[in-house]
């Protein structure tokens, strides 16, 4: 796996983590663009290779993925929102 593919597939792992083990290739392309903007040039090169990837990750059972993550060393990271209270 090439430098390109792994950085993919972590973010497919990451995208079907929080969304109970079901990627989404859109998703995914969307937080390798924001995360990693200086592989915007090669986004005609990682839409296919997202979709690719993500049907792979989808494959796989939540216990798989999960042993997956932890073998990469990719870990989820819950969002806290902020309740505002009161009128806007």
């Known amino acids: 796996m090439d430098e390109l593919e792994e950085i993919v597939f972590k973010h497919a ?7 109970k083990g079901s990627a ?8 390798i663009m924001s995360s990693e903007p200086e592989l915007r040039p090669r986004a ?3 839409g296919p290779l ?9 494959a796989l059972s939540p216990e798989e993925q999960k042993a997956k993550m932890e073998e ?11 309740k505002e209270e009161g009128l806007p």
Do not use: D, T
């Open 24 to 31: 989404n290739p859109g998703a995914v392309m969307g937080s």
């Open 13 to 19: 792992l990451l995208n079907a983590a929080k969304h």
């Open 44 to 46: 005609k090169e990682i």
């Open 50 to 58: 997202s979709g690719k990837i993500v049907a792979q990750v989808n």
């Open 72 to 82: 990469l060393g990719v870990a989820v990271e819950e969002k806290k929102q902020k």
